[in-house]
């Protein structure tokens, strides 16, 4: 082997090693940005007020009987308790209607070409791109106008707010299941409800499942529609909007309790994602077909 080629190689492994050691610099540094935060939480959940006011980056040092008062205050706020059942109530039957009815949806416009299916799926697209913030008010004053601001009410928002993704995702999939499949049921006798139950929602598992983890994290921690529309005077507050209430009226905060809170709201969810995150690539690789 010639010097030439030793030469070149050993640049190839230096050069890979340096690439090497700079994704591991930005991947540790990214998971510092994203951890960090919830660290800071956890940490500040076992002390108390003084010493998060004081210096709130240190680790609790002999205060764990703090912590302990943290989350008994916590829970014994008046509220939260219930606010742990309705943010489940909310989010399960949000979440169910969104994949019941965006499969649905999704499946006719894909299979029904008209020119009107074929508007309704850019509409759906459309909704993507449009913030919040710009049909807030226009929502709430509806919302007040059809008495929605109930666990139902906010479920039929949360299904018009996620419709948008979850149809876009589920059409996706639904353009590559050959149509054969559907023609052969048919002349096994299926009608068309039965087809789409027995053959085609079946099919649509690792997608909806992505939906379904999708847009429960979303409604799960999700504050902003659940204040405004159910607000802070009613009995069907979820998490986040009852952890807004440790801020006092005159901007007085218990930290601490809050904090705990906060760890406590983050339980279920972290849960439930590490448990079925391997269904999320799946879900996005299953749809991401040419139309």
Not at 42 to 60: D, E, G, M, Q, T
Not at 116 to 124: D, G, Q, R
Not at 268 to 275: A, G, K, L, N, R
């Amino acid at each position: 082997m010639s010097t030439k080629t030793k030469t070149s190689k050993s640049e190839e492994a230096r050069v890979g090693t340096g690439t090497k050691v700079t994704l591991y610099v930005v991947l540790a540094f990214l998971t510092v940005v994203f951890l960090g935060p919830i660290f800071f939480i956890i940490v500040n959940s076992f002390k108390n007020k003084l010493s998060i006011a004081n210096n709130p980056f240190a680790l609790p040092t002999g205060e764990l009987w703090a912590g302990v008062e943290n989350y008994a205050v916590g829970l014994m706020k008046e509220g939260f308790l219930w606010a742990i059942l309705w943010s489940f109530v909310i989010t399960i039957l949000s979440v169910a209607a969104i994949v019941f009815f965006s499969a649905m949806t999704a499946y006719y416009i894909t299979r029904v070409k008209t020119w009107w299916t074929s508007a309704l799926y850019y509409l759906f697209v459309f909704s993507m791109v449009i913030p919040f913030q710009m049909v807030m008010f226009p929502t709430v004053k509806i919302a007040d106008m059809l008495n929605l601001n109930n666990p139902i009410g906010i479920v039929v928002l949360y299904l018009g707010f996620g419709s948008g993704l979850s149809v876009f995702m589920f059409a996706g999939f639904v353009k590559s299941i050959p149509l054969d499949i559907e023609e052969a049921a048919v002349i096994d006798g299926c009608s068309p409800l039965q087809n789409y139950f027995r053959v085609v929602l079946p099919m649509l598992k690792p997608t909806a499942v992505t939906v379904a983890i999708l847009n429960a994290m979303w409604v799960w921690n999700d504050y902003l529609l659940p204040y405004l529309v159910i607000g802070l005077s009613t009995k069907y507050k979820t998490i986040p909007v009852v952890v807004q209430s440790f801020v006092g009226s005159n901007g007085n905060r218990d930290m601490g309790a809050m904090m705990a809170m906060l760890v406590l709201a983050i339980i279920p969810i972290v849960i439930f994602y590490v448990s079925t995150q391997k269904y999320i690539i799946e879900g996005v690789a299953a749809g991401a077909v040419k139309g």
